[in-house]
């Protein structure tokens, strides 16, 4: 789970960035997990990325409920750059109207996150846990 919440986090700024010039703003805002997906992103991503962006990320750690309701009081005042939420509370989000159309991308540059791990899935994806 940890490796796939550390893809789903580079994507996420990856879009992020290819969308809105590094030197446009200096700090940027991530809202995400966690646990030990906080620590990873902590640990293993945001120190290169800022690194090779010249960008500083602030985590804000927390569930995907809590996030939701953050980008539903910063209606109108975004404080928030990039929300990592699941699915249904993505879908929630959608539909408040408090999601950007992400334009301007290449998809055809991303990996298929669904294959990343080749043609046969990881052990957890098929686990009655995972």
């Known amino acids: ?9 580079s994507l996420a700024l990856s879009m992020w960035l290819s969308v809105t010039p ?24 945001l120190p290169a ?31 928030i750059d990039v929300a990592m939420i699941g699915d249904g509370p993505m879908s929630w989000a959608a539909r408040f109207g408090l999601c950007a159309p992400v334009q301007g991308i290449d998809r055809t540059k991303f990996q298929d996150v669904a294959n990343a791990f080749g043609e046969r899935p990881p052990a957890w994806a098929s686990s009655p846990q995972g």
């Not at 789970?1 to 986090?9: E, K, L, S, Y």
């Not at 090779?52 to 975004?78: E, F, I």
């Open 49 to 79: 990325f800022e690194k090779a962006n010249d960008v500083k990320v602030t985590y804000v750690a927390g569930n995907l409920t809590d996030t939701l309701a953050k980008l539903q009081a910063q209606r109108g005042n975004q404080e």
């Open 22 to 45: 590094a030197s446009a703003q200096s700090t940027l805002i991530v809202a995400g997990y966690g646990g030990s997906t906080e620590t990873i992103i902590r640990e293993k991503i």
């Open 1 to 9: 789970m940890a490796v796939r919440m550390g893809i789903i986090a």
